[in-house]
């Protein structure tokens, strides 16, 4: 049904070329819409008149009926037309009276962006630049905590640390193992084919041994650590801090890099190490059923053959490298938290970025493991 | 005013955490087009009521009537549907922190009406002037202070020109100027929009000022002990507690 315009608006134009607007019935939320592009439809064509503004038959107005009053008192200004409000009546007048509609100013919604490539990569480079001082800062903080923490102690949040270990460490447990024995499974189911066509079939449990111990292991677990505590670390300390609440313990004379970011980052630091020696043997364990389900091996001859193929350096390298992750995971997670300023979408941000920035360390680290490893002879 | 059926009736309400019962059959009527005030001590269960007001949470027992219709038993479709002609100003404004003031006044009307944009703007405009912030449009919420926040909050939820207006504790976190400002402002609402509203506080000097009717609750009887006029409760209340509360004193044990 289109909508009964003539119920609500007459246009009239005068000898002297003015233009009389007589709005009548109710200038609600659903009825505003077609009065203004009608209004503004008869005005188009006309500059430098006097429009008059008749609403003694209007029966009820709301905000979008003022609102409506005003775009029509700007629209004209704009083409040079002068308005002169008309008849009217109790009930616009008493609608009205909250409105100053001459004072009302112009308002922006949203902020000004400045599209120069120039400020933009300017801007880039400041930010860059504080997020180096920042960390820097964060760095040398967490390691002046770490040493007073060792001169006194007494002092230290050994409970925190036993609950934070649980929390990222025992309740990760059963993930870590499913990942790892579905990632032993595939890489071994995978690389099974290729190995039976040179009758290579036993090498699979070096293959699954040390790929798993030097590389897969740690990496798996420093991910998932990653994604499930450096994420909620960032995200419950960026919390505290747009509620006040690190700035409430810096004011207790409580430094926060002691009391949150170091127990996180010691447990983290403690837990990797052990969840990645789990990972290692779930990820072994899915390798060794796949040899025995495809590739005819024993249970006993992948062990003879893993025995030989991995040593104890295999095993510890990986397990210092979670120890460097686990820092890295913890760290990252920690100083996203603390840096978060304003509100929930500041605490997406920094958990967001904490994972980012979390699974970038993780990988530039191993790989200059690799370097160093290489260099030192100790791959 | 005796012809007038109650725009919110409050029936039986009892509403418990866990444990705890916090309200115990409450039950009173606010009248179309006045100013009702919840007050009470801190803790005595003001906000738990006002968010089974708003439906917010369902009540464990009683229910809540709007213009004589049970809202606890309504149609989703309905309930929603009423609760578009609610506006609330929460405590801290609850100002969503990824749009800007504008956009969050806006936003009513963008999910709600068939409104152009050049409309939306207008009533955005109109709506943030009434509150007095209409050169902070722009900013975000977290560059707003306080009591910038709790106006940009009332903004928003007059965008829709609401039948009933409800308010958790408005001149809580302001200075006293501001205050005097928002009494002025929801008196100003109330007598030319005649939009109903109901305030939850106990800022005496506002309950004076604004109030036509109000009742108190206590948390050790867990519901109203006093029902009136402010003016009157302090002239003649007997109950010690709305004693002590409406002329400051200690209560004496």
Same mark, same amino acid.
């Given at each position: 049904?289109?909508?009964?315009?003539?119920?609500?608006?007459?246009?009239?134009?005068?000898?002297?070329?003015?233009?009389?607007?007589?709005?009548?019935?109710?200038?609600?939320?659903?009825?505003?819409?077609?009065?203004?592009?009608?209004?503004?439809?008869?005005?188009?064509?006309?500059?430098?008149?006097?429009?008059?503004?008749?609403?003694?038959?209007?029966?009820?107005?709301?905000?979008?009926? @003022?609102?409506?009053? =005003?775009?029509?008192?700007?629209?004209?200004?704009?083409?040079?037309?002068?308005?002169?409000?008309?008849?009217?009546?109790?009930?616009?007048?008493?609608?009205?009276?909250?409105?100053?509609?001459?004072?009302?100013?112009?308002?922006?919604?949203?902020?000004?962006?400045?599209?120069?490539?120039?400020?933009?990569?300017?801007?880039?480079?400041?930010?860059?630049?504080?997020?180096?001082?920042?960390?820097?800062?964060?760095?040398?903080?967490?390691?002046?905590?770490?040493?007073?923490?060792?001169?006194?102690?007494?002092?230290?949040?050994?409970?925190?640390?036993?609950?934070?270990?649980?929390?990222?460490?025992?309740?990760?447990?059963?993930?870590?193992?499913?990942?790892?024995?579905?990632?032993?499974?595939?890489?071994?189911?995978?690389?099974?084919?290729?190995?039976?066509?040179?009758?290579?079939?036993?090498?699979?449990?070096?293959?699954?041994?040390?790929?798993?111990?030097?590389?897969?292991?740690?990496?798996?677990?420093?991910?998932?650590?990653?994604?499930?505590? #450096?994420?909620?670390?960032? @995200?419950?300390?960026?919390? %505290?801090?747009?509620?006040?609440?690190?700035?409430?313990?810096?004011? %207790?004379?409580?430094?926060?890099?002691?009391?949150?970011?170091?127990?996180?980052?010691?447990?983290?630091?403690? %837990?990797?190490?052990?969840?990645?020696?789990?990972?290692?043997?779930?990820?072994?364990?899915?390798?060794? =059923?796949?040899?025995?389900?495809?590739?005819?091996?024993?249970?006993?001859?992948?062990?003879?053959?893993?025995?030989? *193929?991995?040593?104890?350096?295999?095993? *510890?390298? #990986?397990?210092?490298?979670?120890?460097?992750?686990?820092?890295?995971?913890?760290?990252?997670?920690?100083?996203?938290?603390?840096?978060?300023?304003?509100?929930?979408?500041?605490?997406?941000?920094?958990?967001?970025?904490?994972?980012?920035?979390?699974?970038?360390?993780?990988? @530039?680290?191993?790989?200059?493991?690799?370097?160093?490893?290489?260099?030192?002879?100790?791959? | 005013?005796?012809?007038?059926?109650?725009?919110?009736?409050?029936?039986?309400?009892?509403?418990? +955490?866990?444990?705890?019962?916090?309200?115990?059959?409450?039950?009173?009527?606010?009248?179309?087009?006045?100013?009702?005030?919840?007050?009470?001590?801190?803790?005595?269960?003001?906000?738990?009521?006002? /968010?089974?007001?708003?439906?917010?949470?369902?009540?464990?027992?009683?229910?809540?009537?709007?213009?004589?219709?049970?809202? +606890? &038993?309504?149609?989703?479709?309905? /309930?929603?549907?009423?609760?578009?002609?609610?506006?609330?100003?929460?405590?801290?404004?609850?100002?969503?922190?990824?749009?800007?003031?504008?956009?969050?006044?806006?936003?009513?009307?963008?999910?709600?009406?068939?409104?152009?944009?050049?409309?939306?703007?207008?009533?955005?405009?109109?709506?943030?002037?009434?509150?007095?912030?209409?050169?902070?449009?722009?900013? +975000?919420?977290?560059?707003?202070?306080?009591?910038?926040?709790? &106006?940009?909050?009332?903004?928003?939820?007059?965008?829709?020109?609401?039948?009933?207006?409800?308010?958790?504790?408005?001149?809580?976190?302001?200075?006293?100027?501001?205050?005097?400002?928002?009494?002025?402002?929801?008196?100003?609402?109330?007598?030319?929009?005649?939009?109903?509203?109901?305030?939850?506080?106990?800022?005496?000097?506002?309950?004076?000022?604004?109030?036509? /009717?109000?009742?108190?609750?206590?948390?050790?009887?867990?519901?109203?002990?006093?029902?009136?006029?402010?003016?009157?409760?302090?002239?003649?209340?007997?109950?010690?507690?709305?004693?002590?509360?409406?002329?400051?004193?200690?209560?004496?044990?």
């Amino acid at each position: 049904m289109p909508f009964p315009i003539h119920e609500y608006l007459q246009i009239e134009q005068t000898e002297d070329g003015n233009v009389e607007l007589t709005l009548s019935g109710r200038l609600s939320f659903s009825t505003v819409e077609p009065l203004r592009n009608e209004i503004e439809k008869a005005l188009k064509k006309r500059r430098e008149v006097k429009v008059t503004v008749h609403l003694d038959q209007v029966e009820y107005i709301d905000s979008a009926g @003022a609102a409506l009053l =005003f775009h029509i008192k700007r629209y004209c200004r704009k083409r040079d037309c002068e308005t002169v409000r008309g008849r009217s009546n109790v009930t616009v007048e008493e609608a009205l009276k909250l409105f100053d509609l001459e004072k009302i100013p112009e308002i922006k919604l949203s902020p000004e962006k400045s599209g120069n490539i120039i400020v933009y990569s300017g801007k880039l480079f400041i930010k860059s630049a504080q997020e180096f001082i920042e960390l820097s800062l964060f760095i040398g903080r967490v390691f002046l905590a770490l040493m007073w923490s060792l001169r006194h102690p007494g002092r230290f949040r050994w409970g925190e640390i036993i609950y934070l270990s649980q929390r990222t460490g025992a309740e990760a447990l059963p993930i870590v193992g499913l990942l790892s024995l579905l990632i032993g499974l595939v890489s071994a189911f995978s690389s099974a084919v290729q190995l039976r066509q040179f009758g290579a079939n036993i090498y699979i449990a070096d293959l699954i041994g040390i790929g798993m111990t030097r590389e897969m292991g740690p990496l798996i677990t420093a991910i998932l650590i990653t994604g499930r505590s #450096g994420s909620a670390f960032a @995200a419950e300390i960026g919390t %505290m801090k747009i509620s006040d609440e690190i700035d409430a313990l810096t004011v %207790m004379g409580i430094d926060p890099h002691h009391y949150l970011a170091l127990p996180r980052i010691i447990a983290v630091m403690l %837990m990797m190490p052990l969840l990645t020696l789990f990972s290692d043997l779930f990820g072994i364990a899915g390798g060794l =059923f796949i040899s025995v389900a495809t590739l005819d091996l024993t249970p006993t001859a992948f062990m003879n053959q893993l025995g030989g *193929a991995i040593g104890l350096w295999d095993v *510890a390298s #990986g397990l210092l490298k979670a120890f460097v992750f686990g820092i890295l995971v913890a760290g990252t997670g920690c100083f996203r938290g603390l840096q978060t300023y304003g509100g929930a979408l500041a605490v997406g941000k920094s958990t967001t970025s904490s994972v980012v920035s979390g699974i970038f360390l993780i990988v @530039a680290a191993d790989s200059a493991f690799a370097i160093v490893f290489h260099y030192l002879g100790l791959m | 005013m005796d012809n007038l059926k109650p725009a919110i009736e409050v029936f039986d309400l009892s509403v418990s +955490y866990r444990e705890t019962e916090v309200l115990k059959e409450v039950t009173f009527q606010v009248l179309p087009g006045e100013i009702f005030v919840v007050l009470g001590e801190s803790g005595c269960g003001k906000t738990t009521l006002l /968010r089974h007001m708003i439906g917010l949470r369902e009540p464990q027992g009683g229910t809540v009537f709007f213009a004589g219709e049970n809202f +606890y &038993r309504m149609k989703w479709k309905k /309930r929603e549907k009423l609760m578009k002609k609610f506006g609330v100003l929460f405590q801290s404004g609850a100002l969503l922190g990824s749009l800007t003031l504008g956009e969050n006044v806006a936003l009513p009307l963008v999910e709600n009406t068939k409104l152009s944009k050049k409309m939306i703007f207008e009533i955005v405009r109109l709506k943030l002037s009434l509150v007095g912030l209409e050169d902070k449009a722009h900013l +975000y919420p977290a560059e707003l202070s306080g009591g910038m926040k709790k &106006r940009g909050g009332l903004a928003r939820a007059m965008v829709l020109d609401p039948q009933i207006l409800f308010f958790d504790e408005p001149s809580a976190g302001l200075d006293p100027v501001t205050q005097v400002e928002l009494d002025e402002l929801i008196l100003n609402i109330n007598g030319n929009l005649g939009t109903t509203i109901v305030v939850v506080t106990h800022e005496l000097q506002s309950i004076f000022k604004i109030a036509g /009717r109000c009742i108190m609750l206590d948390s050790e009887s867990k519901g109203i002990i006093a029902e009136g006029k402010p003016e009157e409760l302090r002239d003649t209340a007997e109950h010690p507690r709305v004693k002590a509360f409406f002329r400051r004193e200690k209560i004496n044990h």
